[in-house]
């Protein structure tokens, strides 16, 4: 063994093992409909904020950002941990709540990196199947005696918003913490969320995001919300200084320009349902969905449309290698010139 492979043979087993996050054969501009992000264009706060004195650090935990959250949610600040984007919060989760070896249990299909971070943390994955109709199976999930569980509502790729029903039993039922992704909530309905329950349950974590409805992505901004006692111990594990003083002004201002927010959401609401209807008629089986993207079964070789759209400058997602979803494509929503363009192309892919 030379000096590098010595080297190399000191990284962890589980770290030799994972796979890169999904990379886009991105060519020119394409229309990205393959990303669940916000196509209403630039959220207009941007144009609106100063920069702000960058040659110090920001507060160690966004403390301006936290206050703001607190204004928005009608809880204590002391309810919050602001993350660098969503992915940074299951860091914090994965290391706040779990010792290698215990069960990170994650229904599937879902978020592809919810197994990164288990497999990172060196945790046991366990992935209990959906429903048929992509719902929990309560009782697979509580088989799984998992330390920490992550469900999302409304679930990426499947677009389904679960039971709360089904969310209540398994926190109930469960002594390991519960995390409830709520990165599409927007589009099914606030009423819908369970964040205003946090202090109901003692193994409760909300994560959200403004990388979907508020436009944010390149910013990375992503928050928890729990009891003052599991945020206490969240903030353990937190860097200091994890996000910027402009990531953090833009969230702040996002929240008071709710305005542009619920356009954007009812917009992609009608687009929905008419992205849908022209699927169908182009001969795809299209999954009901609460969120800003639909999952479908075309008619022909999932392949074919991928890269006959791609090729045509329009980047969707297809999953062959997940279990379940071999055979399947998923379609983000925008605004009604990109749900023409994709109809329009999708009849020449087919022709």
Same mark, same amino acid.
């Given at each position: 063994m030379n000096r590098a492979e010595r080297v190399l043979a000191w990284t962890r087993p589980s770290v030799r093992g994972l796979k890169p996050y999904y990379k886009a054969p991105v060519e020119g501009r394409p229309l990205?409909?393959?990303?669940? @992000?916000?196509?209403?264009?630039?959220?207009?706060?941007?144009?609106?904020?100063?920069?702000?004195?960058?040659?110090?650090?920001? #507060?160690?935990?966004?403390?301006?950002l936290l206050d703001a959250l607190a204004d928005w949610h009608g809880l204590p600040a002391d309810r919050f941990v602001v993350g660098n984007g969503s992915d940074e919060c299951l860091d914090l989760l994965t290391k706040a709540f779990t010792v290698p070896g215990q069960t990170m249990a994650c229904p599937w299909p879902g978020y592809s990196l919810y197994? =990164?971070?288990?497999?990172?943390?060196?945790?046991?994955?366990?992935? !209990?199947?959906?429903?048929?109709d992509w719902h929990l199976d309560v009782d %697979? +999930?509580?088989?799984?005696?998992?330390?920490? @569980?992550?469900?999302?509502?409304?679930?990426? !790729?499947?677009?389904?918003?679960?039971?709360? %029903?089904?969310? $209540?039993r398994l926190l109930a039922?469960?002594?390991g913490i519960v995390v409830v992704d709520e990165a599409y909530i927007e589009y099914a309905g606030l009423k819908h969320s369970f964040l205003p329950r946090i202090d109901d349950f003692d193994n409760l974590?909300?994560?959200? @995001? =403004? #990388?979907?409805?508020?436009?944010?992505?390149?910013?990375?901004?992503?928050?928890?919300?729990?009891?003052?006692?599991?945020? $206490?111990?969240?903030?353990? +594990?937190?860097?200091?200084?994890? +996000?910027?003083?402009? #990531?953090?002004q833009a969230a702040i201002a996002a929240l008071d320009a709710q305005e542009w927010v619920d356009a954007h959401v009812? %917009? +992609?609401?009608? $687009?929905? %349902?008419?992205?849908?209807?022209?699927?169908?008629?182009?001969? =795809?089986?299209v999954h009901p969905s609460d969120a800003? =993207?639909?999952?479908?079964?075309? !008619?022909?070789?999932?392949?074919?449309?991928?890269?006959?759209?791609?090729?045509?400058?329009?980047?969707?997602?297809?999953? !062959?290698?997940?279990?379940g979803l071999e055979h399947t494509v998923r379609f983000g929503i925008g605004r009604p010139e990109h749900t023409d363009a994709l109809l329009a192309t999708l009849n020449e892919v087919l022709a």
């Open positions: 990205r409909l393959d990303q669940n @992000t916000n196509l209403h264009g630039r959220n207009p706060v941007l144009d609106t904020l100063p920069i702000p004195d960058v040659d110090q650090y920001p #507060s160690r935990d966004a403390d301006d197994p =990164f971070y288990a497999h990172l943390q060196d945790l046991r994955l366990a992935t !209990p199947r959906l429903k048929a %697979e +999930v509580l088989a799984a005696k998992a330390a920490l @569980t992550v469900v999302a509502t409304p679930n990426n !790729p499947t677009g389904t918003r679960q039971r709360s %029903e089904d969310l $209540e039922a469960t002594d974590v909300v994560m959200r @995001t =403004f #990388s979907k409805a508020y436009g944010l992505a390149g910013l990375r901004i992503g928050y928890l919300a729990a009891n003052a006692e599991l945020v $206490e111990r969240l903030r353990l +594990v937190k860097p200091p200084f994890n +996000v910027n003083l402009v #990531s953090e009812a %917009e +992609v609401q009608a $687009e929905r %349902e008419r992205t849908a209807a022209g699927l169908k008629a182009c001969g =795809f089986r800003n =993207f639909v999952l479908t079964e075309p !008619p022909v070789d999932p392949a074919q449309v991928v890269d006959g759209l791609r090729r045509r400058g329009i980047l969707v997602r297809h999953f !062959p290698t997940t279990e």
